[in-house]
């Protein structure tokens, strides 16, 4: 799959939600995995493999938020910040260990590790039924503290944390979901309008940078992301932006400056020359919890823009 | 641990599926090369995984043309082809494997199972060694029996567990796979740090999936940040710029051992080529295989 086909389709995504605010960086999705189709009808139902989340709230220190959860095999330590719904920025700290429902054990590389375990409380488990679930008591969440040890030093002492005590809650999934059928359904519409869809990326190896915008029914949404591997710990950073900054391009839309606003700082600049050729510059950066002033322009990145009328 | 022949493999237990039966004549005359290059690409699936090639404008590939892949330690690499019912014919790459029964072939298993328990490709399927421009100079072998790592099909198909298997009957000349094309080395449990020769026929833009192709000496260079997230021991990266069919693909470490197949890549990019790691689970599957009779 095409990383800008990624980026497009989680920026169609986002609008089809409805607002930025309701895809905050409390929601966003660990990876970019799986993307929306863009000419997807409602598909038949999915049988995913019978699952569950772990989460757990941590009470950080200054502005942000910080949880760990289960994804797949992974145990991911989410740092997060958000302003007003407007703008959210995550990054995940992803370690192999011990992903089970009621225990968490994972080491972060240097920057810290994890053992945990769960009680739960004497609250009933609450019986949920989704919308895109059939049948009744599709899920179940159990809640409770997780009770051992975290200890996370982020980088350059920008967030620490140290505790054995946690709130937290267990969500099991039943088997038989169908997929995301409100979001497709409308994201397919929403690309009969007007629209314009731009992505830089750059990759070096496994790790790799995209930024992308998508003007779409005078809406506006900008999201950045980078990934990459420090021995056996990965490291994914998001940002979304909704409805801030600025886009403009020319008529011919050969030039473009897109200037997004915080956590974003600076103006990228697009050109496109007459031969075919692209060019990326500017001082466009972004605020990653944990990797300020991350750039996000520069010779080495693909350009693709994409406008509908 | 490296393995030569079929010596100190793994206990393992009754698994894969049985095709039904095809002998050399049918295969070489239903394999014929319009049918092979009808064939497309299987890929894995895009929900799991990257794959196909959006803009093959795009890359720039390191896979070179082999000049004959009929000459010894070429030749053990082939295309896989497979029937596919009402959705026509698919393709992927092999390599045959020593074994007992000298008739096995490692390749992806999206090759050959879509990753659940019950989802195999279960038409005529055939391993065509040295395939070139519409030559079969092995002849056609028949594939007998298949079979994917089992945890491919538990985990509801985790990349980090694409490797299948193959066995095959006689080609037209009566002659065992291995006995007429030779057959690589296999090892698991290595480190992952490895030069690798990356073998195989993508059949996508720019390529035409007519011959093989060669990335020779790729080195590791790391792993999938989203392998972290599924099953399975982290995935192997290198930088090739394979295309759609070459998917299965050997990866030969020390010119005669297969260490890892091709799986998946994002190509639009400069993007590393992944392929999963051989570890017990392997090591299981190739012990399976080479118990067929």
């Known amino acids: ?309 | 641990m490296t393995i030569v022949g079929a010596v100190a493999v793994p206990s393992a237990s009754a698994s894969g599926v049985w095709l039904e039966p095809s002998s050399a004549e049918q295969a070489n005359d239903f394999w014929t090369p319009a049918r092979i290059q009808m064939a497309k690409p299987l890929e894995l699936r895009s929900d799991r995984a990257g794959a196909s090639a959006a803009d093959p404008a795009a890359i720039d590939s390191d896979f070179e043309q082999v000049p004959d892949p009929a000459a010894p330690g070429f030749r053990i690499h082939g295309v896989i082809v497979l029937s596919l019912g009402i959705f026509g014919y698919g393709r992927c790459s092999g390599t045959a494997v020593r074994s007992a029964n000298k008739s096995v072939v490692i390749t992806a298993a999206h090759c050959l199972n879509s990753g659940s328990i019950s989802r195999w490709f279960p038409g005529e399927a055939a391993f065509v060694p040295a395939y070139r421009y519409g030559q079969r100079p092995f002849g056609v072998f028949p594939a007998r029996w298949i079979d994917t790592t089992k945890r491919w099909r538990t985990t509801d198909g985790s990349p980090n567990y694409d490797v299948g298997a193959m066995v095959v009957g006689r080609n037209e000349a009566g002659e065992l796979l291995t006995e007429a094309v030779g057959a690589a080395k296999i090892a698991w449990g290595l480190k992952r740090a490895q030069s690798f020769d990356v073998h195989g026929y993508p059949a996508e833009d720019p390529f035409d999936g007519e011959t093989q192709r060669l990335c020779d000496g790729t080195q590791y260079i790391g792993h999938d940040p989203h392998s972290l997230i599924f099953p399975g021991p982290l995935n192997l990266a290198v930088v090739c710029g394979v295309t759609g069919g070459a998917s299965g693909g050997g990866w030969m470490i020390r010119g005669d051992t297969i260490n890892g197949v091709t799986s998946y890549g994002y190509f639009d990019e400069e993007s590393p080529d992944y392929g999963p790691y051989f570890g017990k689970e392997v090591a299981r599957l190739y012990g399976r295989a080479v118990r067929v009779k």
Not at chain 1, 24 to 33: D, K, R, T, V, Y
Not at chain 1, 91 to 106: C, D, I, K, N, S
Not at chain 1, 225 to 238: A, S, T, V
């Open chain 1, 1 to 309: 799959m095409s990383r800008r086909a990624l980026v497009l389709g989680l920026l169609c995504s986002i609008l089809a939600l409805g607002t930025a605010s309701t895809a905050s960086a409390q929601e966003l999705p660990l990876s970019l995995l799986p993307p929306i189709s863009l000419d997807t009808e409602v598909g038949p139902p999915l049988t995913p493999e019978r699952g569950f989340r772990t989460l757990l709230t941590v009470d950080a220190p200054g502005a942000y938020d910080v949880n760990v959860v289960t994804d797949g095999s992974a145990v991911a330590l989410r740092v997060s910040r958000t302003s007003g719904g407007k703008w959210g920025t995550a990054t995940y700290y992803l370690a192999r260990g011990v992903a089970q429902p009621e225990r968490l054990r994972a080491t972060f590389g240097k920057l810290g590790k994890i053992s945990m375990r769960f009680r739960e409380s004497r609250h009933r488990p609450w019986f949920g039924k989704r919308r895109d679930c059939r049948g009744k008591s599709r899920f179940v969440v159990k809640r409770g503290v997780f009770v051992g040890n975290l200890r996370f030093r982020g980088e350059d002492d920008y967030l620490t944390i140290r505790t054995h005590r946690v709130k937290g809650s267990i969500l099991s999934v039943a088997p038989k979901c169908l997929p995301g059928n409100r979001g497709r359904a409308r994201s397919s519409a929403a690309l009969e309008d007007s629209f314009t869809g731009f992505v830089a990326s750059d990759r070096d190896g496994v790790e790799s940078t995209a930024f992308g915008a998508l003007s779409i029914r005078e809406r506006l949404v900008y999201l950045a992301q980078h990934e990459e591997n420090r021995g056996k710990l990965g490291i994914l950073h998001m940002a979304i932006v909704g409805d801030r900054g600025e886009l403009d391009f020319n008529e011919s839309i050969t030039v473009g400056k897109f200037s997004p606003g915080g956590p974003f700082h600076g103006t990228g600049l697009y050109r496109a020359a007459p031969d075919g050729s692209t060019t990326w510059t500017g001082n466009l950066s972004i605020d990653f919890p944990g990797a300020p002033g991350f750039p996000l322009t520069g010779p080495a990145y693909e350009t693709f823009l994409e406008a509908g009328f």
